[in-house]
């Protein structure tokens, strides 16, 4: 029996179904209710589908090469990954669900947890099909909404709403007559927090879904899983363990990678490409206020390469930094370090390590910056970075940047961003 304190309080996960086609068709109506893939970088595999793609049984992670004739003959429409549209789609998502609950956790690019207040009758459903509304006339994009007393209970009412065609795309799991009924129709190795290892141990233990799980022997559970377990199996009796986080836990390291267009032999464009994904690295950095004490480069062949090849370089700082200027000298180096002539490499990157709070950062002795030049430094990057966003990623820039690119991630079938560059707006001729 619930308590009519637990009623009161609801926690809902919002997902915009099938995202990164959903934002595509958005922008261009030409696409609406047309079979959609998108590709990954470098336009390798499927990483995400239209329901109308899905409909023609065309499977995820496929190599579009092996599938492109396919896709030709049934007229599907093929783009390449447009991360600027989805980030942008995503943060416009996040702001208008912030007007409509309690409290938000951006969980994921197209995913968030919501806390929201039941009205008397405890009713959610009025207030579910208001923000699937919101969002379809604002964005074009469609909502699942799955409703629970927490999170992991949420996450499975999203699962059912997906699932259960008379749910209309909302599931509230606290308002039914027999929960076993739905629990039962959740395989164990599809909830929240069960990963391949454990749901392997569990189905050897005949627990084959979210019922079995709830209704397992606690002390079984503590003594395998240990405290993670427990919160899971609380949460799945209707409990809250895990609380909505509304400030993002600061990030341990940043990486920046990409695989190449076509193999790189020259270390002139090794050191462009590194510098490029550092500048990136970089800018990411300080718009989290975010400083580097250890910077590493690395650079590897291909997979399917019958002389595989991979080596990383690394330095330590004495003094934290985010200035691009010191990291990119830092980068150049260390990318002749990594570079092999007598192999063609497929992907290289950059991490930034021993990330520290800019505010609480502590100077060495040794290489003492003083107060006047860090000021110099901080003017400087906050001009860059401002004028960017102002305008666009590349107003101010790098030179080795501006050479050109032969090795470029190959993007042959990108939509314009018309979100976020006035430029690529449609224009309406009368």
């Known amino acids: 029996m619930k308590s009519k304190s637990s009623l009161n309080k ?54 579009y090469f092996k599938v492109k004739e ?21 943060k416009r998502l996040m702001n208008l669900l912030k007007d409509y609950s309690e409290e938000i956790e951006i969980y994921s690019i197209d995913e968030a947890f919501v806390s929201i207040i039941r009205p008397k009758d405890k009713n959610l459903n009025p207030w579910a099909r208001k923000v699937r509304c919101l969002i379809y006339q604002n964005l074009g994009i469609t909502l699942t909404i799955g409703i629970g007393e927490n999170k992991v209970r949420a996450k499975i009412a999203n699962k059912l709403a997906k699932n259960i065609d008379y749910s209309a795309g909302i599931f509230d799991l606290v308002r039914i007559n027999d929960e076993s009924d739905y629990l039962r129709k959740i395989s164990v190795e599809k909830i929240w927090g069960i990963g391949k290892q454990t749901s392997n141990w569990l189905q050897r233990k005949g627990v084959k879904n979210a019922q079995e799980l709830r209704d397992m022997d606690e002390d079984e559970i503590m003594k395998k899983l240990g405290i993670i377990g427990k919160r899971l199996q609380l949460e799945l009796r209707g409990n809250k363990c895990l609380p909505i986080e509304t400030i993002k836990k600061p990030k341990k ?141 590349k107003a101010i820039t790098w030179a080795i940047t501006k050479k050109t690119q032969a090795w470029a991630m190959n993007r042959n079938s990108l939509s314009p961003v018309s979100t976020t560059n006035i430029k690529k707006i449609p224009t309406v001729i009368s």
């Open 10 to 63: 609801a926690m809902a996960l919002i997902d915009a179904n099938n995202f990164y086609a959903s934002c595509e068709q958005s922008i261009n109506p030409h696409l609406r209710n047309k079979a959609v893939v998108i590709l990954s970088n470098n336009d390798g595999c499927i990483i995400a589908r239209s329901p109308e793609a899905r409909a023609l049984k065309i499977k995820m992670g496929m190599p």
């Open 70 to 90: 396919r896709l030709n003959r049934l007229g599907v429409a093929v783009l390449s990954s447009n991360y600027s549209l989805y980030g942008d789609m995503s």
């Open 253 to 393: 390291q940043i990486q920046v990678s990409r695989s190449f267009g076509k193999p790189i032999t020259k270390l002139e464009d090794l050191t462009q490409a590194l510098a490029i994904y550092a500048i990136n690295a970089s800018a990411k950095m300080r718009s989290q206020n975010l400083k580097s004490s250890t910077i590493t480069v690395f650079a590897r062949t291909s997979h399917y390469s019958n002389e595989a090849y991979q080596k990383s370089a690394y330095k330590k700082l004495t003094n934290a930094t985010d200035n691009t200027s010191t990291i990119l000298k830092i980068v150049v180096e260390l990318s002749k370090e990594i570079y092999n002539p007598e192999h063609k490499l497929s992907k290289a990157g950059v991490l930034m390590q021993d990330l520290t709070n800019s505010k609480y950062l502590q100077q060495s002795i040794i290489n003492y910056e003083s107060q006047e030049d860090k000021n110099k430094s901080v003017s400087l990057m906050k001009t860059i970075d401002s004028l960017n966003k102002k305008f666009n990623n």
